[in-house]
């Protein structure tokens, strides 16, 4: 990884690939090489939908080698939803080819004339083809899949948007392919399928010919260090046997029992309807119906957290769909039936949309009255009202903030425009410190606290008490800004934060692919760097600690069964970046 | 004005009226009294629609009594459409009438229970009643004031939201009745009818009943200021010639020729179509069809901007369409039709929505091709749709900006979030340095530079040149704010800045009435004063100097014929508030 490949969409004669060197980039890889990039390059008082913002793409450092679990994606921008800095981050194929193909970042910048129409970009051995791609303008996802499919083969991966994202719908994600080349991996969070669609870039295949897996610096250590490394991953309880057997909707049930699953837009910290939708119930009916409830979203992960969801009849209809995907449809819209989840699922994968975004939506809508909650037919449509860009797919494409604001209700869980995700955070209030600090706006995965409050995982904070919270966020948020940088997934962190042999072998392992000396101290220093320059870039857009604040209701409704408010001080809040 | 009437919506058993002593709040009126009370009692960070917000109604501190041209009523909230506090400002009967009963100030506080429907508030010398509106409900503005009308007469004055407010809508107006008890003078900008709509609030009868005009403490010294007072107005050109004889839409050709006038949003500097919708041709037509192009808002008004607009068979269509509203529904749309301007005027007033707002909207809308440029007809749906609350109708009720970002288009031409008025901040740069700076969000009336910028009146400078432009604007919010504060008309600004004995003459005639001794500095340090305690409120929001600022596109895009962008530098803006 060695170079940056950058495309100026607004090149005379139209969009002109350049390849060039490193330069001050060099050793980034992931939200360290995105944040950095836009931080440096994107002026923090543009229009996120205007040319002066850039859509940067970076496998993370360990990405395209061997490592386990090392396939994640990074993608960031200036949001069209929440405009602050974002980085959203994808599993699937990409991230992998793009490293073997030696690029440490795709950055796609410049004006792009509507009257172009979209292209598609093709990045091979050979170099960077870049063409018209008229016949597959208005496709969704699915079929721009099928489509590059019988043209390049299902041995490439693709990074593509749906109509969501051709529309510029601040929900619009980028879909990744998945091993079976389906377009099920999402980089959901913040819009950035939107601004890949004001670029005009449809598509980019990666097609990795025969570029082989990145060799380490060190090879005999760091196949000592996966090893350890995979060992420790198989060895937790979480990453070992919790989400493989059944994913990540295995939290619906822990999630319920601790009060703190969101329900009726977050009226109630439990559902009713759970035992229906949870986890063990989804991976049994995958098993039943002949489906795969252990899956890997790309090869070489030793984690397989991901699945397949069959009909009745045995036929596709959807990945498994993720904890967050089950509850933003299912539960927070008192929705109880999987097989509608899942038809919502493949829709807004299929569309292009981020389903915790569009899953609030509708819980919002819900609660507006546009539909009653429960309500799984009006559900589905509402979705396909997205897809088709109707007014009312326009503004619930808008995401759940502006869906609120147009239909003048207070209750929009939000924080800097992004939706809340399915943590209630009176109840786990670990997770409420994140949303309300992160740079990102609402997100869960920027400072898990979930896993201390709730699974005690990496230590035990009392998830109702406002104490000690700020802490555990701002450590959480640092050693996930280093973490994004590397391609591990998340999802690593449960086994490294229980077992310091693990954390060792995942630093022992980045170190040996890349020939660095890495400690533990530099992982921290990285995360800070990452972190402070996305607040740098977030305070000249205009954000201010008052944006680092949950919405006022949350301190003024009760959430049953515990009946308790978000309590932690805004004192609190302002000390977790206090470095 | 020695009291202030506060309602509790949310007392139990229903809304419930106190009357309590100034207090605090003794000595201040219209947007000073507003202001104070919003900085003071709402919580910077509360929702604009939650229970911590509040609306607070406030005739000026001439309003009430025999001075010429102080009907002007302020109200003020946090704003749905901006999230800064705000002001809004309107003519008609009510603030005469209020301030006659001797209110200083009307506080709608608390939270309402949405099922408990709405309620209706009659204010009169026998005291205050709160009745249910059902019979009102779902009303727009003209049909409520009949209604009204049916049970109180027509010698009160209505205070009333239309369907846009009931369903809070960020672009709601709220209506006050004319002379001729029609719901034609609005509180427009920023949203305050959603606030009276999420309060519950339909409509407020003022009935004056027996009360009467406010005695002076100086009365001698009264009449022979007020004289001054009004032949300063009737002598100077813009109060006693322009605005009387064309009302505001003098301006059309004003701003065509200086190339300062947004026409196909904000594309161009001059319409094509400006001749056919001139205030020239507006008089002429109101003359010819047995109209009235010479009407006061108010009783007691010298200047007599307003009118009355017929159709060829000389009925009643709407009052005379303002230079705001012929502007943003005609040449910002490409419609050079007066006619369809005033049936969308009429249904703007009747919806209760701003015109301005609305206007830029529709031109948002059709920059993203939801209807072609210069489609009368369509644009005539659109605001129907709006009325109505369909899906489109809540995407152009919420605003400019969020019809934008509903349609992923960078061309908004807002200010925090408002939608910009009739001068192109690009060719009227002092307008640009006021809506960049105001703590309202673009408004021209906040500072309205275009006075010393094309009217050459209070100086002259330069609209092309950036040079100067910051402390003209800084002069003309600090004045505003204290004038907004008087009741007086913004208008009578065009004299009392050219003419020294006119401004002496409205100082005395404020002393004479009130009993003071303010000075011209006093006059200066109370403007002071509301802005700093505006600009703390909107600090404390969450706002900054990155948010005092045009959006990016006015920097890059040149305007026709002149070619300019907007150039007035950052450090330029940031001096606006020195003080």
Redesign the interface.
Same mark, same amino acid.
């Given at each position: 990884m060695d170079k940056i490949l950058r495309i100026d969409v607004g090149a005379p004669g139209g969009p002109k690939a350049t390849v060039e060197p490193l330069g001050d980039y060099a050793g980034l890889g992931g939200r360290a090489m995105t944040s950095l990039v836009v931080a440096k390059e994107v002026?923090?008082?543009?229009?996120p939908? !205007?040319?002066?913002n850039k859509l940067v793409i970076s496998p993370g450092i360990a990405s395209g080698s061997a490592a386990s679990s090392s396939g994640r994606l990074s993608i960031g921008c200036k949001s069209?939803l929440t405009g602050t800095i974002k980085e959203s981050n994808a599993g699937g194929q990409p991230s992998m080819y793009i490293a073997r193909l030696g690029y440490a970042a795709i950055i796609i910048e410049g004006e792009h004339d509507r009257n172009a129409g979209f292209h598609k970009i093709v990045i091979s051995e050979s170099g960077v083809a870049i063409e018209k791609a008229d016949d597959l303008a208005g496709l969704r996802n699915y079929a721009t899949a099928e489509k590059i499919k019988e043209k390049h083969g299902d041995k490439v991966a693709l990074i593509s948007i749906g109509t969501a994202g051709e529309?510029?719908?601040?929900s619009a994600s980028i879909a990744c392919t998945d091993p079976e080349f389906r377009p099920t991996r999402h980089a959901g969070r913040g819009g950035v399928g939107?601004v890949m !669609?004001?670029k005009g870039i449809k598509c980019i295949v990666v097609d990795p010919g025969g570029a082989k897996m990145r060799q380490p610096a060190n090879p005999d250590a760091f196949k000592e260090a996966n090893r350890k490394f995979v060992e420790g991953l198989r060895g937790h309880a979480v990453t070992g046997q919790g989400l493989p057997t059944y994913g990540t909707n295995v939290l619906t049930n822990i999630l319920c029992e601790a009060g703190g699953y969101p329900t009726y837009n977050f009226k109630e910290g439990q559902f009713k309807g759970a035992e229906k939708i949870s986890g063990e119930t989804l991976a049994d009916t995958e098993k039943v119906r002949g489906g795969n409830p252990t899956h890997g979203c790309h090869r070489g992960c030793a984690i397989q957290c991901s699945g397949v969801f069959v009909d009745k009849d045995g036929n596709y209809v959807t990945k498994q769909p993720e904890y967050e995907t089950v509850w933003a449809h299912g539960g927070n819209c008192g929705i109880d039936d999987l097989d509608t989840i899942a038809k919502l699922d493949f829709m807004d994968d299929d569309i292009g949309v981020d389903t915790i975004e569009m899953g609030v939506t509708i819980g919002v809508a819900m609660d507006a009255g546009v539909i009653p909650f429960g309500d799984a037919e009006g559900a589905l449509k509402l979705v396909e009202e997205v897809g088709q860009g109707?007014?009312?797919g326009?503004?619930l494409?808008?995401g759940a903030a502006?869906t609120a604001?147009?239909?003048?209700?207070?209750r929009a869980p939000v924080v800097k425009s992004q939706a809340m995700p399915a943590y209630d955070p009176r109840a786990v209030k670990g997770v409420g410190v994140t949303y309300a600090t992160t740079t990102q706006g609402a997100d869960h995965t920027a400072g898990y606290a979930v896993a201390t409050n709730i699974l005690k995982v990496g230590g035990d904070v009392d998830p109702l008490s406002a104490t000690g919270q700020a802490e555990l966020s701002r450590n959480l948020q640092i050693a996930t800004a280093a973490l994004d940088a590397t391609g591990f997934c998340l999802f690593v962190a449960f086994a490294i934060l229980d077992q310091p042999e693990t954390f060792q072998a995942m630093i022992d392992t980045l170190n040996a692919l890349n020939g660095t000396s890495m400690t533990a101290d530099d992982v921290v220093a990285l995360g800070q760097q990452v972190l402070k320059a996305e607040r740098e870039f977030n305070e000249?857009?205009?954000?201010?600690k008052?944006?680092d604040?949950l919405?006022?209701?949350f301190s003024?409704e009760k959430l049953p069964p515990h009946n308790v408010v978000f309590d932690v001080p805004d004192e609190e809040l302002d000390s977790v970046f206090n470095f």
């Open positions: 002026p923090a008082d543009c229009h939908l !205007g040319p002066e069209p529309m510029r719908m601040a939107a !669609g004001s109707t007014p009312l326009r503004i494409g808008a502006v604001k147009c239909f003048g209700l207070e000249k857009a205009g954000f201010t008052a944006h604040r919405p006022r209701y003024r």
